[in-house]
């Protein structure tokens, strides 16, 4: 079945960076885009970024643009959030997802979550 784990969030303080992996399993992960949400407390789930399955297109959203950087690796089935520049803003659980069919037959798979929280 699909499985996605995501690992590396914790406490940074503002200005500082981290880099969260989500590992992917149970699907051919290099034929579908991947990508990342966030939920802040008392928040909606927000979109965060998103990347083609082979790594060519990559789209954020203005709040973490230039900050935060998406990227995949097809030989490990393994997606990547680099954030720097953290701001105690971006303190939310992070999911990973993998948009799973094509055309508009698809599915959305979620992963768990990992928290990020920055100090100020």
């Known amino acids: 079945q699909v499985q996605l784990v995501e690992s590396g969030g914790g406490l940074v303080q503002a200005g500082g960076s981290l880099t969260l992996s989500c590992a992917a399993s149970?699907?051919?992960?290099?034929?579908?885009?991947m990508g990342w949400f966030r939920q802040g407390p008392g928040m909606e789930r927000e979109f965060v970024a998103a990347i083609s399955r082979n790594g060519g297109n990559t789209y954020s959203a203005a709040s973490v643009k230039d900050r935060f950087t998406i990227s995949r690796d097809n030989a490990r089935n393994t997606v990547y959030l680099q954030m720097n520049s953290l701001k105690p803003e971006d303190t939310a659980v992070y999911y990973c997802y993998a948009r799973i069919g094509s055309g508009s037959n698809y599915y959305i798979y979620w992963g768990q979550g990992t928290q990020v929280t920055v100090s100020s």
């Open positions: 149970g699907f051919a992960f290099s034929r579908y885009a």
